[in-house]
């Protein structure tokens, strides 16, 4: 499988957000997404903007500002949305979208907004029995058919998607965490696998661990990791541009919420730096690559002297 190159939306004002889309959009990623809190886990980046959006919301929004880009998120809680609806507004926005939607799930990380609206907050385990049974009702309403379902987490009576004939292909669905629960549902329910901050070597053993239990879909499924990318003259100049952009709040707020890997495994120096790298993780197995970008005037640099050379792997 070909490397699909996907751009993370970080949450700044309206214009922003609508000109980073569209950006996205023309200058060929393949997919754009944004991660997905009720509650931002993080202080804000610059003065201009504090919060979060609504992912779902704001990923529908963007697919109506722009014309060929997937969208995605990074990832999306089922906790948070009744799944049988979620099939629905999936079905709804892939086929509004032609056909650009792959829905990424994941159990959650974050107990505070689970907290703080209600939400039951369960052991990572439990987490990922709900994820999975969420994952098994948003299949089967996506076949059409009337469906009852009376798992330990949720329940429906008669359900079904009532949009005929719904569009093929089906979105993929991703499962996202780096977990051994998260691996072997991504394996057993999922059409891709997204980790996030470890270095290829890591990544070779992780997509080894995972191809073992695939059976006859490792011919046809995802492997997808997420990075930080910062340009310098070198990594340590990269490293020294990114602690003067993070403020040092924001900064304490990843070391709290362990992002020490993703930061260690950034994908960073000069260009070419930067494309061996990204070859590394395409060789250890990737076929999708999420780039997190702390400083805006990189992205056009990416974009001039990256991602053609990432193009011709």
Not at 61 to 84: C, Q, W
Not at 186 to 206: F, I, N, R, Y
Request: proline share 5%; hydrophobic share 40%.
């Amino acid at each position: 499988m070909s490397l699909e190159l996907g751009f993370f939306l970080p949450h700044v004002p309206p214009e922003i957000l609508n000109k980073m889309a569209i950006m996205a959009d023309s200058a060929g990623f393949d997919f754009m997404c944004s991660d997905d809190h009720l509650l931002s886990p993080f202080s804000p980046m610059t003065s201009d903007f504090e919060g979060c959006y609504e992912s779902w919301t704001s990923m529908a929004y963007l697919a109506g500002k722009t014309e060929n880009i997937k969208v995605s998120h990074m990832v999306l809680i089922p906790s948070f949305r009744n799944p049988a609806v979620l099939a629905k507004m999936a079905a709804t926005l892939h086929m509004l979208s032609n056909g650009r939607l792959d829905l990424t799930v994941g159990a959650g990380w974050y107990e505070k907004e689970f907290d703080a609206f209600n939400l039951s907050w369960e052991n990572h385990n439990e987490r990922i029995k709900r994820e999975e049974e969420a994952i098994q009702i948003i299949r089967k309403m996506w076949t059409g058919e009337k469906m009852s379902f009376n798992g330990d987490y949720y329940t429906l009576n008669n359900a079904s998607l009532d949009i005929k004939p719904m569009l093929k292909p089906l979105p993929w669905i991703w499962v996202g965490g780096d977990s051994k629960m998260s691996m072997e549902l991504a394996a057993k329910q999922g059409d891709g696998w997204l980790m996030h901050g470890h270095s290829p070597e890591e990544v070779e053993t992780m997509v080894s661990k995972i191809t073992s239990i695939l059976g006859d879909k490792k011919e046809n499924f995802g492997i997808g990791t997420a990075h930080f990318v910062l340009f310098g003259e070198d990594k340590d100049k990269a490293y020294e541009k990114m602690r003067k952009i993070i403020p040092e709040k924001t900064w304490d707020d990843f070391m709290k919420a362990g992002i020490r890997m993703e930061i260690k495994h950034r994908i960073s120096g000069k260009p070419e730096e930067c494309i061996e790298r990204i070859k590394q993780y395409k060789d250890a197995g990737v076929n999708r690559l999420i780039t997190i970008f702390l400083d805006p005037a990189d992205v056009g640099v990416f974009v001039e002297d990256v991602m053609p050379g990432v193009r011709e792997f």
